[in-house]
């Protein structure tokens, strides 16, 4: 073993007891090394900073651009109210979501699948009143699992399918993975949804929850009931089932201007009439969604009709303000300011009339509704205080259709090869954009930043130990210890070094350094190299055991409020379970 190997190996022995200790986070201990590898000369200047151009990382912050444009358009929302059912037990919604993951990933890029699906369960979590980290890891696990299916599933598949050609003569076709990927699938997802999910530490079950969010209760908001709304020709009391799964409570109705007393529970709803209702803000966001309703101010056929890239905020009626004693329609703040008075709370007493009619006290909070440069010139102006921003979202649920377009058109162009996925999924990240789906004032808010310093930390030092031999070493020691023994045995040790190997790797990196080994562990062994690389393609794949190890593990991390520690307490087992199921597999569908 050479100094430079030595000084590798103890240099990732370091990283990883910081990062299990917890005492730093995990971005400054993995930068850390990386400084500390460029000052002992074991990773080479010219490939130090690579990892943040590399097209992992740059994935893994796309990903979330796109996931955030698929969540302001109301697609997520579309997928939330026709699949998930927040009803279900944990179990039940992991097994559905990451069935569906699964399948997904056997067809498009699992990175891609888990963007799609990611924001959904954050959703049906809010709704469920849990935290997203009991879910996410298993829906990460699960769409990981599918990409074993088929050739096109996993950069580790397309990577042992290509090196089969050049050392066997033929590449392995489309399904060639399918007999034991579909089985390795099926009992992994189904391991996650049983048993899995349970083994997250119970101090993350309590990170990111609803109650951590401080939710005011009482604001009473009109909506506009909008051209091909849900609603139109049903009567109110109709409406109170989906009121009721969305946390609404629905008080009356208008019409023109006037507002109906007590026949407005029977009176048919019509395009143009305004609901009153009471709830929470994201609870009035997701009425406008599920019914088709409108804003005030966004229905306006005026020029100062609401569009574009909007805020809901939250202010207090000072005791000096100008609202006090006075309307929204009295001070015109839509037409003369471009911001639309959505909503008011006034505690201990609820109010039964239209919002824009009532007139303001001291001590009212308000909901405001408008672009970002309005609200903020508006709240000062009118003499108002306001509150803390709670991240208000606005959700563009007219361009759902757009952005579900687009994503499906990158991903099937990334899938039959006419554009790089980090390319395609550019392209979708710079729509969304200039379209406002993601204002730009959003834009690099979205992404988990110590999650990309992480990941642009790691490759280097990766690359590093792959150029020195420091893998070889570690895999080319397998022909001497399996000298003599089963070939069974070979190709159980080699599945468990690979998949320790992609834990600690990029999974891309793993099966190119494995592959040429398992061909010639077979070659020495005389039996078939199709059942070693096979097993190459599995192991590489299955990285359970750290955020590292996969993409989509480090999507999940900040979300899911997870540990760098966190993952081996359902990955070891997960690990275990397939090794066991992957080795007679393939004894059966690729006969030594």
């Keep these: 073993m050479t100094l430079e190997q030595i000084i590798l190996f103890s240099l990732f022995v370091l990283v990883f007891i910081g990062l299990l200790w917890g005492k730093w986070r995990y971005d400054l201990v993995a930068f850390t090394a990386l400084i500390i590898g460029l000052i002992a000369g074991v990773v080479p200047t010219e490939i130090a900073f690579e990892g943040f151009g590399h097209p992992a990382t740059i994935i893994v912050a796309l990903v979330l651009v796109v996931s955030r444009g698929l969540t302001n358009s109301g697609a997520v929302d579309l997928i939330t109210r026709s699949v998930i059912d927040h009803s279900r037990s944990i179990g039940m919604h992991i097994t559905m979501l990451g069935g569906i993951g699964g399948i997904l990933s056997a067809f498009m890029n699992n990175v891609a699948a888990l963007a799609l699906l990611m924001p ?50 033929e590449p392995f076709g489309m399904f060639d993975f399918a007999p034991v990927g579909l089985i390795v699938a099926v009992i992994g997802i189904a391991f996650v949804a049983t048993v899995g999910w349970r083994l997250i530490p119970e101090q993350k079950k309590k990170k990111n929850s609803p109650q951590d969010l401080m939710e005011l209760e009482g604001y009473v908001a009109d909506l506009v009931v909008a051209e091909g709304s849900s609603a139109i020709g049903q009567q109110v009391k109709d409406l109170d089932a989906i009121a009721e799964e969305n946390d609404c409570i629905i008080l009356g109705l208008s019409r023109r201007g006037k507002r109906f ?35 005030q101010g966004q229905a306006s056929s005026s020029k100062n009709a609401l569009s574009g890239d909007l805020v809901l905020a939250e202010a207090v009626v000072g005791n000096d303000s100008r609202l006090i004693d006075r309307t929204a329609m009295n001070v015109r703040l839509l037409s003369r300011y471009g911001v639309s008075l959505l909503g008011l709370s006034r505690q201990g007493k609820t109010q039964r009339e239209q919002v824009r ?13 408008g672009p970002p440069d309005s609200i903020e010139d508006v709240i000062p102006r009118m003499g108002c205080l306001p509150l803390a921003d709670r991240g208000l979202q606005v959700t563009q649920y007219e361009r759902a259709g757009l952005a579900i377009g687009l994503f499906v058109a990158a991903l099937i162009a990334a899938s039959i090869g006419w554009l790089y996925l980090p390319v395609a999924l550019a392209l979708v990240a710079v729509v969304f954009v200039y379209t406002d789906i993601v204002p730009i004032r959003e834009l690099y808010d979205t992404i988990e930043w110590p999650v990309v310093v992480l990941l642009g930390s790691m490759i280097p030092l990766g690359s590093a130990l792959e150029s020195s031999g420091g893998t070889e070493l570690i895999v080319n020691g ?71 190890g996969h993409k989509n593990n480090m999507l999940v991390l900040g979300p899911g409020g997870y540990s760098f520690s966190d993952y081996w307490r359902m990955g070891l087992p997960l690990e275990i379970l397939i090794v066991a199921v992957s080795v007679p597999a393939l004894l059966v569908f690729w006969p030594l």
Aim: overall charge negative; some cysteine; hydrophobic content about 55%.
């Design 120 to 169: 959904v369960d954050i959703q049906a979590a809010q709704k469920a009143g849990r935290t997203p980290g009991q879910t996410l890891m298993p829906l990460s696990f699960a769409t990981i699992l599918g990409g074993l299916i088929t050739l096109i599933g996993t950069p580790p598949n397309i990577i042992i399918g290509s090196f089969r050609e050049t050392a066997l003569g």
């Design 261 to 295: 007393a007590g026949r407005a529970r029977t009176e048919e709803i019509k395009e143009g009439d305004s609901l009153i209702i009471e709830a929470a803000p994201a609870a009035i966001n997701a009425l406008v969604g599920a019914l088709g309703l409108q804003y």
């Design 478 to 548: 397998l022909a001497t210890i399996t000298a003599g023994m089963p070939a069974w045995v070979a190709l159980t040790l080699l599945m468990v070094v690979t998949m320790t190997l992609s834990d600690v790797l990029n999974n891309t990196a793993t099966a190119i350094v494995a592959a040429p080994i398992a061909v010639g562990l077979a070659t020495q062994m005389d039996v078939n190299p199709d059942t070693f690389l096979m097993a190459v393609a599995i192991a590489a794949s299955c990285a359970f055991l750290t955020p590292i």
């Design 357 to 369: 009619k009532t007139k303001l006290q001291a001590g009212d909070i308000i909901l405001l509704l």
